[in-house]
């Protein structure tokens, strides 16, 4: 059996699988199960908060449509009931696939976004690298700054003009990958393969939608410094009109 990666207590890590629909349960605890992660299934939304309740996963796949409480719910329960705590990762498993619904679960806190009908070999691959993701890239010895946006590698804290600003261990690291790239322009792929750890194609949209949303959230107020570049990518950077500012390396 291929291993997933042990805990830090030396134990397989836990996903919880939450899906009304019985034969997408089995097939994904099954394929989770086969790569080395203990998994515990579940069919409704009241189910999977008892369940966290018992029992605490290192992560929650989450189908949206629900029985009882759809997956938007559970998990803005989940997150009131975690307060300023450890969040659960948690990827969304959904038919529904407009952009309203990727950033309503990007608001409440999501880490992934998968959309039905999909292959259990991607899902899976996403399930690590949210888990690496969630683990965190280490300890660093410094402040990552560019104009007024600044990082704290150790603490994981970011702040904007001073402001502290709350991001999704998915967001962090986007940030973190554009703010010790300031100035360069990244390609999709290199920004999907770095962050996301993707290996496969077709994965644009899961990034514009992560990029708009951390602009909401680091552009907010100030001059805009995520800016697209047609056809290429990404790049965090003042505005051209602006590149005369004063500025911390």
Known sequence: MMNAGQTSQNRLPRVLVVDDEEHIT???GMGLGYNGFEVERVGSGRAALDAVERRKPDLIVLDVMLPDLDGFEVARRLRQSEGAGTRIPVIF???????????????????????KPFSIEELIERVKAVLRRAGGTGPGESRLSYADLELDEETRDV????????????EYKLLHYLLSNARRVLTRDQILEHVWDYTFAGNASVLETYISYLRH?????????????????????????????PRQP
Request: no cysteine; glycine share 10%.
């Open 26 to 28: 089995e097939l994904v």
């Open 93 to 115: 498993l959904t038919a529904r696939d407009t952009t309203a619904d990727k950033v309503q679960g990007l608001r409440i806190g999501s880490d992934d976004y998968v959309t």
């Open 159 to 170: 702040w904007r003009a001073g402001r502290l600003i709350e991001l999704t261990p998915t």
């Open 217 to 245: 959230k680091v552009d907010e107020s100030g001059l805009p410094l995520i800016h697209t570049v047609r056809g290429v990518g990404y790049t965090l950077r003042l505005p051209p009109e602006s590149e005369g500012t």
